[in-house]
Protein backbone atom coordinates (compact mmCIF):
# COMPACT_ATOMS: atom_id res chain seq x y z
CA UNK A 1 0.00 0.00 0.00
CA UNK A 2 1.37 3.28 -0.84
CA UNK A 3 2.51 5.76 2.03
CA UNK A 4 1.31 9.24 2.36
CA UNK A 5 3.88 11.77 1.51
CA UNK A 6 1.55 14.75 2.93
CA UNK A 7 -1.26 13.73 5.46
CA UNK A 8 -3.56 17.20 7.01
CA UNK A 9 -6.45 16.92 8.99
CA UNK A 10 -8.53 19.76 9.91
CA UNK A 11 -6.48 22.21 8.98
CA UNK A 12 -7.10 26.00 9.63
CA UNK A 13 -6.55 29.58 9.65
CA UNK A 14 -7.27 32.89 10.14
CA UNK A 15 -6.41 36.37 9.81
CA UNK A 16 -8.11 38.16 12.44
CA UNK A 17 -11.98 37.94 11.54
CA UNK A 18 -10.99 36.68 8.09
CA UNK A 19 -10.91 32.51 7.80
CA UNK A 20 -8.57 31.61 5.27
CA UNK A 21 -8.43 27.95 5.95
CA UNK A 22 -11.14 25.88 6.87
CA UNK A 23 -11.13 22.45 7.84
CA UNK A 24 -9.34 21.39 5.07
CA UNK A 25 -8.18 17.02 4.97
CA UNK A 26 -5.73 15.93 2.72
CA UNK A 27 -3.85 13.00 1.37
CA UNK A 28 -1.27 12.54 -0.66
CA UNK A 29 -0.01 9.38 -1.84
CA UNK A 30 4.25 9.17 -1.61
CA UNK A 31 5.06 9.34 -5.79
CA UNK A 32 2.12 10.70 -7.09
CA UNK A 33 1.68 14.00 -8.23
CA UNK A 34 -1.25 16.44 -6.46
CA UNK A 35 -2.65 19.71 -7.84
CA UNK A 36 -4.46 22.23 -5.43
CA UNK A 37 -6.77 24.26 -7.63
CA UNK A 38 -8.61 27.38 -6.50
CA UNK A 39 -9.28 31.27 -7.56
CA UNK A 40 -7.14 33.66 -6.66
CA UNK A 41 -7.59 34.52 -3.08
CA UNK A 42 -8.97 30.70 -2.36
CA UNK A 43 -5.99 29.96 0.10
CA UNK A 44 -3.62 27.61 -1.90
CA UNK A 45 -1.08 30.01 -1.02
CA UNK A 46 -1.36 29.70 2.69
CA UNK A 47 -1.63 26.07 2.40
CA UNK A 48 1.67 25.76 0.88
CA UNK A 49 3.20 28.05 3.33
CA UNK A 50 1.87 25.61 5.94
CA UNK A 51 2.95 22.73 4.94
CA UNK A 52 6.72 23.93 4.07
CA UNK A 53 6.42 25.30 7.73
CA UNK A 54 6.96 28.71 6.98
CA UNK A 55 3.64 29.81 8.74
CA UNK A 56 1.56 27.83 11.81
CA UNK A 57 -1.51 26.77 11.41
CA UNK A 58 -3.95 28.01 14.21
CA UNK A 59 -5.66 24.01 14.29
CA UNK A 60 -5.12 20.40 12.84
CA UNK A 61 -2.50 18.30 12.18
CA UNK A 62 -0.44 18.57 9.45
CA UNK A 63 2.44 15.74 8.69
CA UNK A 64 4.93 15.96 5.56
CA UNK A 65 7.60 13.52 5.02
CA UNK A 66 6.28 12.01 8.12
CA UNK A 67 6.95 14.36 9.83
CA UNK A 68 5.06 17.06 12.09
CA UNK A 69 5.35 20.66 10.68
CA UNK A 70 5.41 22.32 13.98
CA UNK A 71 7.61 19.74 16.22
CA UNK A 72 9.41 18.53 13.03
CA UNK A 73 10.36 21.22 11.73
CA UNK A 74 13.76 20.65 10.30
CA UNK A 75 13.37 17.53 9.66
CA UNK A 76 10.17 18.86 6.95
CA UNK A 77 12.66 21.14 5.39
CA UNK A 78 15.41 18.70 4.92
CA UNK A 79 12.53 16.79 2.68
CA UNK A 80 11.39 18.98 0.51
CA UNK A 81 12.15 21.20 -2.26
CA UNK A 82 9.72 24.49 -3.39
CA UNK A 83 9.53 26.38 -6.49
CA UNK A 84 7.48 29.23 -6.10
CA UNK A 85 5.97 31.21 -9.01
CA UNK A 86 8.79 33.49 -10.14
CA UNK A 87 12.47 31.74 -10.76
CA UNK A 88 14.26 32.26 -7.74
CA UNK A 89 18.01 32.75 -9.32
CA UNK A 90 20.46 35.62 -9.14
CA UNK A 91 21.01 37.15 -12.75
CA UNK A 92 24.78 38.01 -11.64
CA UNK A 93 25.67 34.89 -11.32
CA UNK A 94 26.39 31.86 -14.13
CA UNK A 95 23.61 28.76 -14.07
CA UNK A 96 26.20 26.48 -12.84
CA UNK A 97 27.29 29.18 -10.12
CA UNK A 98 23.63 29.00 -8.79
CA UNK A 99 23.72 25.59 -8.36
CA UNK A 100 26.97 25.69 -6.78
CA UNK A 101 25.75 27.98 -4.52
CA UNK A 102 23.39 25.62 -3.63
CA UNK A 103 25.72 22.91 -2.68
CA UNK A 104 27.63 25.34 -0.59
CA UNK A 105 24.86 25.76 1.43
CA UNK A 106 24.23 22.34 2.29
CA UNK A 107 26.64 19.33 3.18
CA UNK A 108 27.77 17.73 0.28
CA UNK A 109 31.54 17.46 -0.30
CA UNK A 110 33.02 19.29 -3.13
CA UNK A 111 33.70 16.24 -5.33
CA UNK A 112 30.30 15.23 -4.56
CA UNK A 113 28.99 18.54 -5.48
CA UNK A 114 30.61 18.62 -9.24
CA UNK A 115 29.51 15.38 -10.15
CA UNK A 116 25.41 16.75 -9.13
CA UNK A 117 25.83 20.01 -10.63
CA UNK A 118 27.17 18.21 -13.61
CA UNK A 119 24.32 15.85 -13.56
CA UNK A 120 21.92 18.69 -12.93
CA UNK A 121 23.35 20.37 -16.21
CA UNK A 122 22.90 17.63 -18.45
CA UNK A 123 19.46 16.60 -17.05
CA UNK A 124 17.86 19.93 -17.59
CA UNK A 125 19.24 20.44 -21.37
CA UNK A 126 21.73 23.19 -19.70
CA UNK A 127 24.89 22.47 -20.49
CA UNK A 128 25.74 24.95 -23.26
CA UNK A 129 24.38 27.53 -20.99
CA UNK A 130 26.13 26.47 -18.22
CA UNK A 131 28.79 29.30 -17.76
CA UNK A 132 26.38 32.28 -18.99
CA UNK A 133 25.04 34.52 -16.95
CA UNK A 134 21.66 34.38 -15.99
CA UNK A 135 20.56 37.50 -16.91
CA UNK A 136 21.02 36.24 -20.71
CA UNK A 137 18.10 32.98 -19.86
CA UNK A 138 14.80 33.17 -21.37
CA UNK A 139 11.88 32.57 -18.92
CA UNK A 140 11.98 28.80 -19.80
CA UNK A 141 15.58 28.46 -18.93
CA UNK A 142 15.46 29.95 -15.82
CA UNK A 143 12.28 27.91 -14.51
CA UNK A 144 14.14 24.97 -15.91
CA UNK A 145 17.34 26.14 -13.55
CA UNK A 146 14.93 27.05 -10.63
CA UNK A 147 13.98 23.35 -10.69
CA UNK A 148 17.04 22.24 -10.73
CA UNK A 149 18.40 24.66 -8.05
CA UNK A 150 15.59 22.91 -6.09
CA UNK A 151 16.83 19.19 -6.87
CA UNK A 152 20.49 20.28 -5.53
CA UNK A 153 19.42 18.93 -2.18
CA UNK A 154 17.46 15.39 -3.64
CA UNK A 155 14.01 16.37 -1.93
CA UNK A 156 11.61 13.54 -2.09
CA UNK A 157 9.03 15.95 -2.21
CA UNK A 158 8.59 19.03 -4.19
CA UNK A 159 6.50 21.68 -3.58
CA UNK A 160 5.85 23.36 -7.32
CA UNK A 161 3.93 26.89 -6.92
CA UNK A 162 2.64 27.38 -10.74
CA UNK A 163 5.92 26.43 -12.21
CA UNK A 164 4.46 27.66 -15.78
CA UNK A 165 3.23 30.57 -15.67
CA UNK A 166 4.60 33.22 -18.58
CA UNK A 167 6.02 30.54 -20.55
CA UNK A 168 5.40 29.28 -24.24
CA UNK A 169 4.03 26.20 -25.01
CA UNK A 170 7.02 24.16 -25.80
CA UNK A 171 8.75 25.56 -22.34
CA UNK A 172 5.12 24.47 -20.52
CA UNK A 173 5.55 20.90 -22.45
CA UNK A 174 9.32 20.54 -21.66
CA UNK A 175 8.68 21.34 -17.81
CA UNK A 176 5.78 18.54 -17.87
CA UNK A 177 8.49 15.80 -19.27
CA UNK A 178 10.92 16.90 -16.15
CA UNK A 179 8.23 16.63 -13.88
CA UNK A 180 7.03 13.27 -15.13
CA UNK A 181 10.39 12.03 -14.76
CA UNK A 182 10.86 13.18 -10.84
CA UNK A 183 7.99 11.42 -10.37
CA UNK A 184 9.00 7.98 -11.87
CA UNK A 185 12.08 8.53 -9.88
CA UNK A 186 9.84 8.32 -6.98
CA UNK A 187 9.11 12.08 -5.95
CA UNK A 188 5.81 13.34 -4.95
CA UNK A 189 5.08 16.78 -6.66
CA UNK A 190 2.53 19.42 -5.06
CA UNK A 191 1.47 21.30 -7.76
CA UNK A 192 -0.85 24.63 -7.72
CA UNK A 193 -1.56 25.89 -11.27
CA UNK A 194 -4.04 28.05 -13.05
CA UNK A 195 -3.65 26.11 -16.22
CA UNK A 196 -6.35 23.47 -15.47
CA UNK A 197 -5.68 21.52 -18.69
CA UNK A 198 -1.57 20.97 -16.55
CA UNK A 199 -3.36 19.79 -13.50
CA UNK A 200 -5.84 17.65 -16.13
CA UNK A 201 -2.57 16.45 -17.81
CA UNK A 202 -0.22 15.85 -15.09
CA UNK A 203 -2.02 15.13 -11.49
CA UNK A 204 -3.16 11.84 -10.34
CA UNK A 205 -5.24 13.64 -8.09
CA UNK A 206 -6.91 17.00 -7.46
CA UNK A 207 -8.24 19.29 -4.76
CA UNK A 208 -10.51 22.09 -5.28
CA UNK A 209 -9.99 25.08 -2.79
CA UNK A 210 -12.96 27.75 -2.72
CA UNK A 211 -13.09 30.34 0.41
CA UNK A 212 -11.36 28.17 2.54
CA UNK A 213 -12.63 25.18 1.93
CA UNK A 214 -12.28 22.09 -0.15
CA UNK A 215 -15.11 21.58 -2.67
CA UNK A 216 -14.20 18.42 -4.40
CA UNK A 217 -11.52 15.79 -4.09
CA UNK A 218 -10.50 13.28 -7.00
CA UNK A 219 -8.86 12.01 -10.09
CA UNK A 220 -9.66 14.33 -13.09
CA UNK A 221 -11.92 12.18 -14.06
CA UNK A 222 -13.80 11.62 -11.00
CA UNK A 223 -13.53 15.54 -11.26
CA UNK A 224 -15.21 15.64 -15.32
CA UNK A 225 -18.23 12.73 -14.30
CA UNK A 226 -19.62 14.80 -11.62
CA UNK A 227 -20.39 17.60 -14.02
CA UNK A 228 -24.10 17.00 -16.40
CA UNK A 229 -23.05 16.74 -19.95
CA UNK A 230 -21.13 14.03 -20.32
CA UNK A 231 -22.24 11.88 -23.43
CA UNK A 232 -21.21 8.89 -25.55
CA UNK A 233 -20.85 9.81 -29.28
CA UNK A 234 -21.88 6.78 -31.45
CA UNK A 235 -20.99 7.78 -35.31
CA UNK A 236 -22.47 5.53 -38.49
CA UNK A 237 -22.09 4.69 -41.90
CA UNK A 238 -25.28 4.89 -43.78
CA UNK A 239 -28.57 6.42 -42.26
CA UNK A 240 -30.36 3.86 -42.11
CA UNK A 241 -28.07 2.72 -39.33
CA UNK A 242 -28.71 6.23 -38.17
CA UNK A 243 -32.46 5.99 -38.23
CA UNK A 244 -32.07 2.23 -36.59
CA UNK A 245 -30.02 3.43 -33.94
CA UNK A 246 -32.15 6.35 -32.88
CA UNK A 247 -35.39 4.52 -32.43
CA UNK A 248 -33.76 2.50 -30.23
CA UNK A 249 -31.80 5.16 -28.20
CA UNK A 250 -34.83 7.51 -28.08
CA UNK A 251 -32.81 10.45 -25.86
CA UNK A 252 -30.03 10.71 -27.94
CA UNK A 253 -29.18 13.99 -30.08
CA UNK A 254 -28.95 13.35 -33.69
CA UNK A 255 -26.50 15.18 -35.54
CA UNK A 256 -27.99 14.38 -39.36
CA UNK A 257 -24.24 15.72 -40.84
CA UNK A 258 -22.07 13.74 -39.17
CA UNK A 259 -24.28 10.44 -39.00
CA UNK A 260 -24.17 10.64 -35.55
CA UNK A 261 -25.89 10.21 -31.72
CA UNK A 262 -24.96 11.86 -28.35
CA UNK A 263 -25.94 10.01 -25.97
CA UNK A 264 -26.18 11.74 -22.19
CA UNK A 265 -24.34 9.09 -19.58
CA UNK A 266 -22.72 9.32 -16.51
CA UNK A 267 -19.41 8.03 -18.56
CA UNK A 268 -19.11 4.82 -16.39
CA UNK A 269 -18.32 1.66 -17.79
CA UNK A 270 -21.93 0.56 -16.27
CA UNK A 271 -23.62 2.47 -18.35
CA UNK A 272 -21.27 2.62 -21.15
CA UNK A 273 -21.80 -1.77 -21.10
CA UNK A 274 -25.86 -1.31 -20.76
CA UNK A 275 -25.69 1.21 -24.00
CA UNK A 276 -23.50 -1.39 -26.51
CA UNK A 277 -26.03 -4.55 -25.20
CA UNK A 278 -28.88 -2.40 -26.23
CA UNK A 279 -27.72 -1.57 -29.66
CA UNK A 280 -26.53 -5.59 -30.31
CA UNK A 281 -29.82 -6.47 -29.09
CA UNK A 282 -31.43 -5.18 -32.03
CA UNK A 283 -28.10 -5.89 -34.34
CA UNK A 284 -26.86 -1.97 -34.49
CA UNK A 285 -22.56 -1.75 -34.58
CA UNK A 286 -21.83 1.81 -34.64
CA UNK A 287 -18.90 2.46 -37.10
CA UNK A 288 -16.98 4.95 -33.94
CA UNK A 289 -17.86 5.44 -30.48
CA UNK A 290 -16.06 8.35 -28.29
CA UNK A 291 -17.46 9.27 -24.69
CA UNK A 292 -17.21 13.06 -24.37
CA UNK A 293 -17.00 14.39 -20.71
CA UNK A 294 -16.89 18.44 -19.86
CA UNK A 295 -12.93 19.62 -18.87
CA UNK A 296 -11.52 20.58 -16.15
CA UNK A 297 -12.49 24.69 -16.93
CA UNK A 298 -16.38 23.39 -16.70
CA UNK A 299 -15.70 21.68 -13.38
CA UNK A 300 -13.81 25.14 -11.86
CA UNK A 301 -16.76 26.98 -13.16
CA UNK A 302 -19.40 24.76 -11.68
CA UNK A 303 -17.51 23.90 -8.41
CA UNK A 304 -16.55 27.84 -7.80
CA UNK A 305 -18.75 30.11 -9.90
CA UNK A 306 -16.12 31.47 -11.70
CA UNK A 307 -13.42 30.66 -14.76
CA UNK A 308 -9.99 30.00 -13.67
CA UNK A 309 -7.75 33.16 -13.55
CA UNK A 310 -4.66 33.06 -15.38
CA UNK A 311 -1.76 35.22 -15.39
CA UNK A 312 -0.82 37.10 -18.17
CA UNK A 313 2.24 35.60 -20.39
Keep these: ????????????????????????????????????????????????NIL???????????????????????????????????????????????LQLMLDLGPRNRVTGKRVVAELLERFDLVEAA??????????M??????????VGEPRIIFLDEPTTGLDP?????M????????????????????????????????????????????????KRRIPGTHVRLRFGTVAELDAAALVLP???????????SVPTDGGTAALRALLDRLDAHAISAGDLSVQTPDLDDVFLALTGRAPEVAAK
Design 251 to 261: DAVRDEEALAL
Design 52 to 98: TTLIRADAGSVRVAGHDVVTEARAVRAAIGVTGQFAAVDELLTGREN
Design 1 to 48: MTSSAIAVSGLRKAYKDRVVLDGIDLDVPAGTIFSLLGPNGAGKTTAI
Design 131 to 140: DKLVSTYSGG
Design 170 to 174: RSRRT
Design 142 to 151: RRKLDLAMTL
Design 176 to 223: WSIIRELVAGGVTVFLTTQYLDEADRLADRIAVLDQGRLVAQGTPEEL
